[in-house]
């Protein structure tokens, strides 16, 4: 068959002519082109037709120097940084009417370089229309934004008198450490609950968090119902009065005090309330604290979630906490029962024969106890636990429960693993907190950090505890400084790491959501 003759249609010993597609000439230059309605080709018909008439080149945005902020009209001042999504979001918000207007659809935006210091914004987009008899045409369009420098509302008040606050929330927990706050402060970075605050003050036993306005205090207030058990007292002073315009204005206290039960704290539950729990206890160890506590029996894996308005009631304190915690080395385990799920968390009995570290070697005192680390301890593991051998304690429920019941010697809390180096491949975001030089006592400042690095171990070690917390990669990280662990040591996953932070300001409407991720999404190179 020579080339470019027909071929036969199969099985029909027909000859099927080849299709071969059609041109015309452009009305316009003569040149070959594919038909279309306009019968125009594509440089000719660009030449005649502007989809981007009417749509503007030039706008405005204003900006807040102070908290990095931009002006989202009328009121709302949202948070971004350069070229970040959320700015593309301000911007293309700027010029979505007159796209509806004149019905041209926006298929593509991308930011183009401009110097940091010209105070100018510039964006490439890529529209798209239908012109002339159902043709489509799409065309570049550059867009320059001036920046204008003015202070937010909340900046403006600081900037004029610091003192100048509508409310504030004094955060309060009654306890030796500040583990709850370093948890509840990432807790506020991830939310971005805190970014409203005209400041945030250290005080003894707590944080202050300062507002321009009520509703934003109470909006933290209810955050922390959420998350904490808490306790909520609210009051308010008279300022100012204007008789003629009947206007009060009023200083807001909200005072918030969490519950002074934390996680790993050992409790001796009163007989009342081991009743009204079930028979729970007496000894019971706090194993998750959200708005809830969640009290174990670690002799009997029984669970109780204890809201905070049933634990008023009993209004029991801690009778040892994680500061007294005892190393013990296991030197024998038997498994009494199968691993159980309660919670999400793993547990299983078992009998352990342990020893205190500081008496290894120096004498014979070894201790028999049932414990719920079963699936994780082993022969020559270290563990964390409670010594109520050896222990003072001031507890009246605990006097009482040694005199009714045949109380463990030890209570093992958890599995104590090799000490890792200060250096790690990830990091945490902070408040920025003022503190009171002043007021500081003597080996404060060794205290805190000494509590911010058990934090951090403890963020290491427990994937639970990290569940709701953003970690973030260190670029400063350098493998070759840190020393080797052991392999069962537990680390963060690479995949739980990201790369930076981005505080969220006012949240919109759920319709400007979809829309800013579907230009997000269309946004080309």
């Given at each position: 068959m020579m080339p470019g003759s027909a071929a036969p249609a199969g099985g029909a010993?027909?000859?099927?002519?080849?299709?071969?597609?059609?041109?015309?000439?452009?009305?316009?230059?003569?040149?070959?082109?594919?038909?279309?309605?306009?019968?125009?080709?594509?440089?000719?018909?660009?030449?005649?037709?502007?989809?981007?008439?009417g749509v503007p080149r030039h706008a405005a945005v204003?900006?807040?120097?102070?908290?990095?902020?931009?002006?989202?009209?009328?009121?709302?001042?949202?948070?971004?940084?350069?070229?970040?999504?959320e700015l593309m979001q301000i911007l293309l918000r700027r010029i979505n009417r007159p796209l509806a207007r004149l019905r041209v659809s926006l298929s593509g935006a991308e930011f183009v370089f401009s110097e940091p210091h010209s105070k100018r914004l510039r964006l490439k987009l890529r529209l798209r229309r239908e012109v002339l008899h159902g043709i489509v045409l799409e065309q570049t369009h550059p867009v320059e934004f001036v920046v204008h420098d003015r202070l937010c509302d909340s900046c403006s008040r600081a900037q004029a008198n610091p003192d100048q606050w509508v409310a504030v929330v004094q955060l309060r927990q009654h306890v030796p450490h500040r583990r709850t706050f370093l948890y509840l402060e990432q807790l506020?970075?991830?939310?971005?609950?805190?970014?409203?605050?005209?400041?945030?003050?250290?005080?003894?036993?707590?944080l202050d968090f300062f507002f321009g306005s009520r509703s934003h205090a109470a909006r933290?207030?209810?955050?922390?119902?959420?998350?904490?058990?808490?306790?909520t007292q609210t009051a308010k002073q008279l300022v100012s009065h204007d008789t003629k315009s009947s206007v009060y204005n009023y200083k807001y206290t909200f005072s918030v005090e969490i519950c002074p039960i934390c996680r790993e704290d050992l409790i001796a539950l009163?007989?009342?309330?081991?009743r009204d729990m079930g028979g729970l206890g007496p000894l019971v160890l706090c194993v998750k604290v959200t708005n809830a506590i969640a009290l174990l029996?670690?002799?009997?894996?029984?669970?109780?979630?204890?809201?905070?308005k049933k634990y008023r009631v009993y209004n029991f304190k801690a009778a040892l906490t994680s500061k007294q915690l005892v190393e013990y080395i296991?030197?024998?385990?038997?498994?009494?029962?199968?691993?159980?799920?309660?919670?999400?968390s793993r547990y299983q009995l078992a009998y352990a024969q342990v020893a205190r570290m500081s008496d290894f070697g120096k004498n014979d005192n070894i201790f028999t106890v049932r414990t719920h680390l079963g699936h994780l301890l082993n022969p020559g593991d270290h563990a964390l636990g409670y010594d109520l051998y050896g222990a003072n304690l001031n507890d009246d429920d605990m006097d009482t429960a040694m005199t009714r019941y045949s109380l463990p010697e030890v209570v093992l809390v958890k599995k104590s693993y090799e000490k890792r180096p200060r250096t790690r491949r990830w990091k945490l975001k902070r408040l920025p907190i003022e503190e009171d030089a002043g007021n500081k006592a003597k080996g404060e400042e060794e205290k805190r950090l000494d509590e911010y690095e058990a934090f951090l171990k403890d963020?290491?070690?427990?994937?639970?505890?990290?569940?709701?917390?953003?970690?973030?990669?260190?670029e400063d990280y350098r493998s070759e400084m840190a020393s080797t662990v052991g392999d069962d040591v537990p680390t963060v996953p690479l995949e739980e790491l990201i790369e930076d932070l981005t505080l969220g300001g006012d949240e919109e409407d759920e319709e400007d959501e979809a829309a800013a991720g579907n230009t997000q999404s269309g946004m080309v190179e």
């Open positions: 010993g027909m000859f099927v002519p080849a299709a071969t597609a059609g041109t015309v000439l452009c009305c316009m230059c003569g040149v070959a082109m594919q038909p279309n309605p306009a019968n125009m080709c594509a440089r000719c018909l660009r030449a005649r037709v502007d989809i981007t008439e204003v900006y807040c120097p102070d908290c990095s902020s931009y002006l989202q009209p009328p009121r709302s001042w949202l948070r971004a940084t350069p070229e970040s999504p506020l970075l991830k939310h971005g609950q805190a970014s409203l605050a005209i400041r945030v003050a250290a005080a003894p036993g707590g933290l207030v209810d955050f922390l119902a959420t998350v904490a058990p808490v306790q009163s007989p009342q309330a081991s029996d670690p002799l009997t894996l029984r669970v109780h979630h204890l809201e905070e296991v030197l024998d385990i038997e498994q009494e029962s199968p691993e159980i799920s309660i919670d999400g963020l290491d070690q427990d994937a639970d505890l990290r569940f709701n917390i953003n970690l973030y990669k260190d």
